[in-house]
C-alpha cells in the first residue's frame, strides 16, 4: 500500500503564505486520485482539493482562488499552495490518495498549520 508523508505545516501570520507537500512511496499517476483535506477539532476532514488521474484540479468552494493542487509525477509528490491564509484555515491537514477503481483509501500523518498574528 502507499504510504504518505505530509510536510510544509507551520505557524503564519494572517495573510501569509505555505506550501504543502505530501511524498508518495510509489508512483500516484495514473493509480490514484490525490487530494487533500484539512480537520479542526471535533469536525470531520473535509475535502479541499483533488487532481484526478487526467491532472484535472478541483476545489472546495471555501479556498477556491486561495489553493492551488499541483503534482509533481517525477518525483510522487502532490502540493498544496496555499495563499492568503486566515485564522479559519488553522487546521490540521491531510494528504489523501484513493486508489483508482477501489474502495481503498490512504491517509499521511497530518501536518498542523496555524494562522495567528
Known amino acids: 500500500q502507499v504510504q504518505l508523508v505530509e510536510s510544509g505545516g507551520g505557524l503564519v501570520q494572517p495573510g501569509e503564505s505555505l506550501r504543502l507537500s505530501c511524498q508518495a512511496s510509489?508512483?500516484?499517476?495514473?493509480?490514484?486520485?490525490m487530494g487533500w483535506y484539512r480537520q479542526t477539532p471535533g469536525n470531520e476532514r473535509a475535502l479541499l482539493a483533488y487532481i484526478s488521474t487526467t491532472g484535472l484540479p478541483r476545489y472546495a468552494d471555501s479556498v477556491k482562488g486561495r489553493f492551488t493542487i499541483s503534482s509533481d509525477n517525477a518525483k510522487n509528490t502532490v502540493f498544496l499552495q496555499m495563499n492568503n491564509l486566515q485564522p479559519e484555515d488553522t487546521a490540521v491537514y491531510y494528504c489523501?490518495?484513493?486508489?483508482?477503481?477501489?474502495?481503498?483509501?490512504?491517509w499521511g500523518q497530518g501536518t498542523q498549520v496555524t494562522v495567528s498574528s
Open positions: 489523501n490518495a484513493n486508489r483508482v477503481d477501489t474502495p481503498y483509501d490512504y
Open positions: 510509489e508512483s500516484i499517476f495514473p493509480n490514484y486520485v
